[in-house]
């Protein structure tokens, strides 16, 4: 008789997905940031040194949030949000609060500087799967949605705002919201979110910009038309490892949020879809461990918001980068240069697998 091997499991499954993508974006943070890390400091390694740190934190961080019981996150949740909030606010008082192209989104304390808003999203899916488990009381949600949200258009930014408001408004429908009210308060969010675009010149230079891309070639729609460049140079197989041109000072931050570009010219689309193929089983995988929790629990409301937040990034990174959307800054899980948010994706990936195995039949 012949034995059946056993299918691995999904949070096993989960692991080696987050191992070959952390590893592949590892590749393409020093393909895209090579030439600017020799340009700014000399050390053509800087920027992909940088980031195996992080990544080497962010393991730890996922070996621990997989031990930590998910209750120890429930009971700490409304300080996480208490102090989310005083983080916001700290990137705004001088000599604390760190401005880079007038966006004021980091804080800087010695010589160690994060983005207190990867923060922030892990403290608004702990804080509101509590809170909403209990209730989804309408005036409290919407208050304690705005406060962050304000917060982050003061900075500006945009893109993070919408991934707060999405993890906020997909958690008060998961936790049963009536759906008229769902609806109601949606269209009134994005009512007052196009009224913020329209009295921002920064922002409606973006929307106008992605409408009109060769309104401004030399000015405003110079990043994107750059972001088209790359794509059309990587054609059907890309121009191979090491080999793009688009890296060298002619897309802005080509290492961080338009990363895939560089990716897309230097594998073509054949990679690229590869590459959004693995993120898609990924995401698959996290949905798995979703449905395995009890509907209207802590742990199906958590594991939703983590999904929320890690689907979301990734859709309106590429989405942006293939020009679908306007840029908005979101990093790309995993490949994007950045310690805080590898730190955090990969503590929350942790979290995860921590919730599946408390769940072992799906």
Same mark, same amino acid.
């Given at each position: 008789? !012949? ?55 962010? &393991? ?23 102090? %989310? ?21 980091? &804080? ?12 922030? !999203? ?14 989804? !009381? ?26 707060? &408001? ?13 759906? !008229? ?13 196009? &009224? ?88 698959? @995988?996290?949905?798995?461990? @979703? ?70 039949? %799906?």
């Amino acid at each position: 008789m !012949k034995l059946r091997r056993p299918a691995l499991s999904t949070e096993l499954s989960l692991f080696i997905l987050t191992c070959i993508l952390c590893t592949v974006g590892i590749l393409f943070v020093f393909e895209a940031s090579v030439a600017e890390a020799y340009a700014s400091f000399g050390d053509q390694f800087y920027y992909v040194r940088e980031q195996i740190i992080s990544l080497s934190i962010g &393991i730890v961080g996922l070996g621990i949030g997989t031990l930590i019981p998910s209750t120890f996150w429930k009971k700490i949740s409304p300080l996480m949000y208490v102090i %989310s909030i005083i983080l916001l606010i700290m990137v705004f008082i001088p000599n604390v609060g760190l401005s880079v192209n007038g966006a004021r989104r980091w &804080i800087a304390v010695g010589g160690f500087s994060f983005q207190p808003v990867e923060i922030v !999203k892990f403290a608004m899916i702990i804080f509101f799967a509590n809170w909403m488990e209990r209730h989804q !009381k309408l005036p409290p949600f919407l208050f304690l949605t705005a406060v962050p949200v304000a917060l982050l258009f003061l900075q500006p930014d945009m893109g993070s705002a919408l991934i707060v &408001i999405s993890i906020a408004f997909g958690l008060y429908f998961l936790a049963g919201a009536p759906i !008229k009210t769902f609806l109601a308060t949606g269209g009134i969010g994005i009512a007052l979110l196009g &009224i913020l675009i329209i009295i921002s010149p920064y922002r409606l230079r973006r929307i106008t910009t992605f409408l009109d891309p060769e309104s401004d070639p030399l000015g405003a729609s110079f990043h994107i038309r750059q972001i088209v460049i790359a794509l059309g140079n990587g054609g059907l197989i890309g121009q191979g490892i090491g080999n793009s041109r688009q890296k060298f000072s002619y897309i802005p931050e080509a290492s961080t949020d338009s990363i895939f570009s560089i990716v897309a010219e230097e594998i073509g689309f054949v990679g690229s879809v590869v590459i959004i193929f693995f993120f898609g089983v990924f995401l698959k @995988c996290v949905h798995q461990i @979703c449905r395995k929790t009890p509907p209207g629990s802590y742990d199906h409301l958590l594991s939703h918001g983590i999904l929320i937040w890690l689907g979301m990034q990734i859709v309106l990174n590429l989405s942006a980068v293939v020009a679908l959307v306007p840029l908005t800054g979101v990093p790309l899980p995993f490949f994007s240069f950045g310690g805080t948010s590898l730190v955090m994706v990969l503590s929350v990936i942790g979290i995860l697998i921590g919730i599946g195995k408390k769940y072992p039949i %799906s």
